[in-house]
């Protein structure tokens, strides 16, 4: 009865690199975020989609892109990984009018 | 956008004493959540609190949103309670998107 989960918890991949990570929520919320987490703890968004519309936090690179197949999923896609991308990244769910965010697990992406 | 300070950055208990983390922001207070990260990482929603005070168990929370600070409260604190602690509050634009603070780091030792 998880609320929010990822996969894979853990990604280990080389430099150049493409790789995604799934979001799936069973809250039936309407909107969707991924936000990074780095080696400091600090938590930045990067990106909230509902089925409307898509917001990009302007500090994100290009390289990264979320897909939504669904309401229920919102998937992060990496494209040509550097060392830097190394992080955690979490996904959260909440609904527009209320938006009290719920995280998932959290994916630890690590670039050697 | 938005800017939100925590303090303590780092703090460290004898098991079974109180303490209180703080939560300031540059802009009115709009959606204000609390977080606890364990030291496995997870993210655990404790309060949702705009404005007003909020109480579960030995934690509570009282949002001040005129004068743009909320405050967690934490008494007899376990040694369960370390980790990390978060506020954050959605910025004024498009999204809902959440701006975190530093955290607050604490430890409970036995």
Redesign the interface.
Known sequence: DTAVSQTPKYLVTQMGNDKSIKCEQNLGHD?M?W?KQDSK?????MF?YNNK?L?I?ETVPNRFSPKSPDKAHLNLHINSLELGDSA?Y?C?S?T?S??????G??T?LTVT | GIQVEQSPPDLILQEGANSTLRCNFSDSV??L?W?H?NPW???I?LF?IPSGTKQNGRLSATTVATERYSLLYISSSQTTDSG?Y?C?D?NN????????G??T?LMVKP
């Open positions: 909107t975020y936000y703890k600090f938590l930045k968004i909230s519309e917001i936090n955690v979490f959260a909440s527009l209320r938006g009290e965010q719920y995280f697990p959290g630890r | 709009n959606n959540q977080f990260q990482g997870q993210l929603n949702y990390v978060f954050a959605m634009n498009a999204g809902n998107m959440l701006t975190f530093g955290g780091r």
